[in-house]
Structure formats: C-alpha cells, structure tokens
C-alpha cells in the first residue's frame, strides 16, 4: 500500500501525502476516485480542516486524487455509529448500511483474521475481536462529488510555473487554487502548490461544512453512485 506521511499546513490545516512523483497532465481532472485509504478497514474518514492528496492513484489519468476538504469517506456518505450499525434508525433511500469497503458488495471482510459480521469497518485492526468505529458522514455542500476527484498540481506555492517542475492547465470549471503550504521533512517539496479544484467549491472554514449528510437530508451520496 501506498506510505502517507501527515504533514503540517500554517494555519493548523493538515495534508496527507502518499508518496510519489510531482506533476502530470489536465487530461480526467474532475474524475470520480476512491482514496486509497478507504480500502483499509481500519480507516474511520478523512478530516475537514485537511487537504489530501494522494499520488500513483491508478484510478486517475492524472495519476493524484484530490481530498480538498472534505469529511467522511467516499464509500459511506452517511457514516456509521461507533457501535458499526448505519448512522440513525431510518434509512433515506431504504437501503442506507453500515459502511462497507470498496468494491466488497456488502460481503464480510476478515480484519486480522476475524469476520466482521457487522459493521465492515472497524478500528483498531490489531484488537480481537475487531472493535466498530464511528464514520462522521459527509458535508452537504463538501460532498465527494464537490471535493473528491482527480486533480493535478498547477502551480507552486508562489503561483509561479517557472521554476522547472512539471504543472498542469486546468480545464475549463476548475480554478488552480492554492492548497498545500508547506509540508514536512523528508516529503517532496514539489507537492506544495496549487491544484485544480472545481469553481465554486474553495473552502470557508467559517461557513463550510455546517450541515451533514443524514437519513433526512438524503442524496449526498447520489453523485458518486451512493444514495
């Protein structure tokens, strides 16, 4: 599997970065993709306050797929509680589950050896029997659709492109927005900068992310194929 390393942004914003190479094309910028780390049943979801990106992703032509502020996981719009059951008691479309790994089609999942009989994301893996954790489900205005996709870095962290490195243009509906301000020792320095992120989806942290997805509120996961 793909090595993060979490590294500090200024103003307290963290980005996760897996390791590989810097630069690549605009060709599928805003392509659906699934992080890598939700395919491990020990990840609980991505934070808000963080950027993410995530590089070698074999699901983007770009090659990097893009986190920008976004909660919960791609997989599981509604989240689940921390007793692994689905979020509420009512489902909004009649089929809302506990959350499931990618690609597993609601089937058990063995964590260390056990089957999780309910609930196919657990933390931590290394305890028997595997214990559920609770997924925050997905913002209403960060949902993945507005804040999970392919992107590609278009500029560094001073807005220039002049200095060598490899950058993108991005496509009409996208604005090259600067994301990643710093990062730490030991991780490459081309992955500070500016990406691609859709127009009208930069992040407000005193405005966004005040609602969540709910059984209610419904439909947050429709545009990535999850109701």
């Known amino acids: 599997m793909t090595r993060s390393i979490l590294a500090a942004l200024a103003a307290t914003i963290a980005v996760t970065i897996l390791a590989g190479t810097g630069g690549c094309n605009s060709t599928g910028v805003g392509d659906p993709c699934t992080p890598e780390a939700e395919y491990s049943p ?8 963080e950027v993410n990106v995530e590089e070698k992703s074999f699901q983007c032509e770009t090659r990097l797929c893009l986190a920008n502020h976004f909660e919960g996981r791609v997989s ?14 009512t489902a909004y479309d009649g ?17 260390d050896g056990v089957d999780t009989t309910t609930g196919l994301v657990d933390s931590p893996p290394d305890v028997l029997p595997p214990q559920p954790g609770a997924v925050l489900p997905n913002c209403t205005d960060r949902t993945a659709a507005q804040a999970v996709y392919c992107s590609c870095r278009c500029a560094n962290v001073d807005g220039q ?9 991005c496509p009409t509906g996208f604005s090259c927005t600067q994301l990643v301000s710093s990062v730490g020792p030991g991780t490459d320095p081309n992955l500070v900068g500016a990406y691609c992120i859709k127009n009208g989806t930069a992040y407000d942290p005193n405005n966004s992310c005040v609602v969540q997805c709910s059984a209610t509120v419904g439909g947050c996961g429709a545009a990535q194929g999850v109701n």
């Open 161 to 169: 492109t002049n200095d060598g490195s490899n950058y993108c243009s």
């Open 42 to 49: 020990a990840f609980l979801g991505f934070d808000v306050a």
């Open 76 to 89: 599981c719009p509604y989240g689940q509680a921390s007793t692994g059951t689905a979020a509420g008691t």
């Open 95 to 111: 089929t809302h589950q506990p959350c499931e790994l990618p690609g597993t089609g609601g089937t058990d999942v063995p964590v």
